[in-house]
């Protein structure tokens, strides 16, 4: 089992920065697929970014078009820690952020196929 706990959301103006923390539990942790998704008010779970075990010390990151540039998703697995950079924020980025754990490494950054879940932690952008 792996248990998620973000934190670091919170209310900003438009233009600033915001940096969101994903504390994980699990032996196995470090070759996990961990993935930012967020929801929206009325929307469905939507991908953000996520980092994926590639080789060794190696991931591959990918990001939704909408925060690419502007976002960076990052992992140290001494500390069991992902994290998520959200610079440049926009109104239209406000949303629950959700951590997101996936055993198999399978590429998909489908909401069906993560297997752990955290709480949410709540983004607000102020235009």
């Known amino acids: 089992q792996v248990q998620l706990v973000e934190s670091g959301g919170g209310s900003v103006a438009a233009g600033g920065s915001l940096r969101l923390s994903c504390a994980a539990s699990?032996?196995?942790?470090?070759?996990?697929?961990m993935a930012w998704f967020r929801q929206a008010p009325g929307k469905e779970r939507e991908f953000v970014a996520a980092i994926r075990w590639r080789r060794g010390n190696t991931y591959y990151t990918d990001y939704a078009d909408s925060v690419k540039g502007r976002f960076t998703i990052s992992r140290d697995n001494a500390k069991n820690m992902v994290y998520l950079q959200m610079n440049s924020l926009k109104p239209e980025d406000t949303a629950v952020y959700y951590c997101?754990?996936?055993?198999?490494?399978?590429?998909?950054?489908?909401?069906?196929?993560?297997?752990?879940w955290g709480q949410g932690t709540q983004v607000t952008v102020s235009s």
């Open positions: 699990g032996q196995t942790f470090s070759i996990y697929t």
């Open positions: 997101a754990a996936e055993r198999y490494n399978s590429g998909s950054y489908m909401v069906n196929d993560y297997h752990y």
